[in-house]
C-alpha cells in the first residue's frame, strides 16, 4: 500500500487534484464565467481530463462525480455534453444537485474522484 500523498497543483488555499493510495481527488473543475451551461461544461470536463492525465490515469478509470447545477432547470443542457463526453461502458456513480456556486457567473461544477493506473 502506498501511504505517501501526492498533490498536483497545490496552491495557498487548495490543491487541484490530490492521489493517495490509488484514488485520486479532483477538485471542483469550472468552465470560462458567464458561457452557456453547455460551454461552461465542455471546459469543465476539458479540465478534468487534464487534471486525470497529470496523474497518468483517464476518464475510463472514473469512480464517482459530483455535478452541481447553479439551476437544476438546465440539466437535460448539462446533460447533452456528458453523454458525449462520459465513455460508455465506463460510466461512474454520478450525482447532480443544485447549489450557488462561487458567483453567479458560474453554471455548472464538476467533481471527479477516479481510481490511479
Known sequence: MNTDITRFGPGPRMSEAVAYNGILWVA??????????????????????AALAKAGTDKTRILSVQIWLADISTFAEM????????????????????AKLATPDYKVEVIVTAALK
Do not use: F, Y
Open 28 to 49: 471542483g473543475q469550472l468552465g470560462e464565467p458567464n458561457g452557456t451551461v453547455a460551454s461552461q461544461m465542455e471546459q469543465a470536463l476539458a479540465a478534468v481530463d
Open 79 to 98: 446533460n447533452s455534453v456528458w453523454d458525449k463526453w462520459v465513455p460508455q461502458g465506463h460510466t461512474p456513480a454520478r450525482a447532480t444537485g443544485e
